[in-house]
């Protein structure tokens, strides 16, 4: 069932759990992988600092993107909270994934743009708790090379798992107490990101 929004969401906003220094963002992963990275409170070695990495800070996107933890390889969702001098440095430096005449030139200009940047964005449409697409958008970042390493060994500042509360939840969500299930949801506000015009926000 599709929820009523609030119409003065905008298309395109980031919103995440954060503090004054840290923001929260979500990934999942294998056992064998995240759990260590919780039990350390940083990613192990066998974490390919090489590949490009997808960070979201919402948790209900998680959640449509992992199935509720149910989804092989993705069995365990980690909370990372990362300090937000690194998130912030990644959005100033990020392209966006696609071409968008609104912020570039041409497609040549794009390219080139992208060829550059260690950091992509991608705005895909926000969930509601029954992984129902919202009529507004959400955040996920891309990181490669020097952001994804920085991102592993620079920023993070805590690592938690959270699968006991996604499992929580989504049994809440079956047993048809959407309510209690949303009492349970992290918060997330609106990140005083300020304008971003070249990821077209």
Partial sequence: MQETQTPDIPTRQIRAAHTASTVTVYQAYSPALG???????RFPPAWKRE?????????????????????????????VEISREGFDGALAQACLSHYAPRVHTDR???????????????????????????????????????????YADEWTVAIRDVTPLVREIHSLLRAGDTGAA???LPVETPYPSGPLPHLDA
Avoid at 35 to 41: C, E, H, I, M
Avoid at 110 to 116: C, D, G, H, P
């Fill in 35 to 41: 759990l260590p990275a919780a039990r350390d409170g």
């Fill in 51 to 79: 590949r490009m990495t997808w960070i979201k800070p919402s948790f209900l996107w998680m959640m449509y993107r992992c199935g509720w933890a149910t989804k092989e390889g993705q069995e365990t969702v980690l909370a």
């Fill in 108 to 150: 040549a200009d794009w390219k080139r743009t992208l060829s550059r940047s260690p950091v992509r964005v991608q705005w895909d449409p926000e969930r509601d708790p029954h992984l129902n697409p919202l009529p507004y958008r959400s955040l996920q970042l891309g990181l490669s090379g020097p952001a994804s390493r920085a």
């Fill in 182 to 184: 949303r009492a349970l």
